[in-house]
């Protein structure tokens, strides 16, 4: 898939997008914090209607914006790293997995 993934969105208190072979070479963007709701206008504001979502876990988002990203049929896969085992706020989206589960 490295040939199809042209660019992907980091995250933090904003979400940036960076093409995937900066991220390959380890250049990012961040401002060390962990907001989803970025994530959450993010995809609402580029009418996205499936996302992949790599964290850590610990964030939360607020509940209008869970509504209209249900409302939208949102679709998103959560894959959890680090001690995460899960992760309420995108539960609800579709699948919650750990890295270890995508990876092995």
Do not use: H
């Amino acid at each position: 898939m490295k040939k199809e993934i042209t660019s992907v969105f980091q995250f933090s208190n904003l979400v940036v997008e960076i093409p995937f072979e900066s991220l390959l070479q380890g250049k990012i963007q961040t401002t060390y914090g962990t907001d989803f709701d970025c994530i959450a206008q993010s995809i609402l504001e580029r009418g996205y209607d499936k996302a992949v979502i790599l964290t850590d876990g610990w964030a939360m988002m607020k509940e209008d914006l869970k509504a209209q990203l249900k409302a939208r049929k949102v679709s998103a896969l959560t894959i959890l790293f680090g001690d995460a085992e899960k992760c309420e706020d995108f539960a609800c989206f579709g699948d919650v997995v750990e890295l270890a589960e995508v990876v092995s």
